[in-house]
């Protein structure tokens, strides 16, 4: 499709589990964010990427979160011993270039058991 | 204070009334500002630009007003579909310094 592609679209983990989210950007699009919204919560910026710069991790809530864009395309977010806290909608955008409007993905639901 | 609000809501109203709210910011130096929609359990999804001239699309117009730093989303003649959470964005001097408001319900009844 045209579209943002994430996956898995549901993952329920037990705690303590390491976990591996995937993003595919509208092709040609060379910015690229991860955020995540918790039940009835807006957005909360995690990371940005801008082709070949390096991220802007400002917004990641611990060190036991990281994200990878190889080739410039496509994006893993990496959660390494999740905890309840974790659980939320993790939504990935991109848009063509920095500042201009962002295209999200239908989102991956995390569960933390 | 935060740096992006919204009254959060929600605003019901009548169909086929007209409806505003705003959203204030508090970076002077913000350069790029957007309305999206974002239906239940669903992504946000962009529902216009907002340029400093001010724009329309259809039944919706967006303003912007940088003296008192806020911007403004008004619908018109509204309809049930136009229910949903409208998040405001703002963009800072770079790129990575999105900021997304918390988002204002608004629920249309018939």
């Known amino acids: 499709g045209a579209g943002v592609s994430q996956s898995p679209s549901n993952k329920v983990t037990e705690k303590g589990k390491d976990v591996e989210l995937r993003c595919d950007p509208i092709?040609?699009?060379?910015?690229l964010y991860w955020y995540r919204q918790s039940l009835g919560q807006g957005l909360e910026f995690l990371i940005y990427?801008?082709?070949?710069?390096?991220?802007?991790k400002s917004g990641l809530p611990s060190d036991r979160f990281s994200a990878e864009r190889t080739g410039g395309s496509v994006s893993t977010l990496t959660i390494q011993r999740t905890q309840q806290e974790d659980s939320a909608v993790y939504l990935c955008?991109?848009?063509?270039?920095?500042?201009?409007?962002?295209?999200f993905g239908d989102g991956t639901r995390l569960s933390i058991l | 204070r935060k740096e992006v609000e919204q009254d959060p809501g929600p605003f019901n109203v009548p169909e086929g009334a007209t409806v505003a709210f705003n959203c204030t910011y508090s970076?002077?130096?913000?350069?790029?500002f957007f309305w999206y929609r974002q239906d239940c359990r669903k992504e946000p999804k962009l529902l216009m630009s907002?340029?400093?001239s001010g724009n329309e699309d259809g039944r919706f117009t967006a303003q912007l007003n940088r003296a008192s730093q806020y911007i403004s989303l008004l619908i018109r003649d509204s309809k049930l579909s136009d229910s949903a959470t409208y998040l405001c964005?703002?963009?800072?001097?770079?790129?990575?310094?999105?900021?997304f408001g918390s988002g204002t319900r608004l629920s249309i009844r018939p």
């Open positions: 955008a991109s848009s063509l270039t920095g500042g201009q409007p962002q295209h």
């Open positions: 092709s040609g699009h060379t910015a």
């Open positions: 990427f801008q082709g070949n710069s390096a991220p802007d």
């Open positions: 970076n002077s130096a913000s350069q790029s």
């Open positions: 907002v340029y400093s």
């Open positions: 964005v703002v963009m800072g001097g770079s790129a990575s310094k999105i900021i």
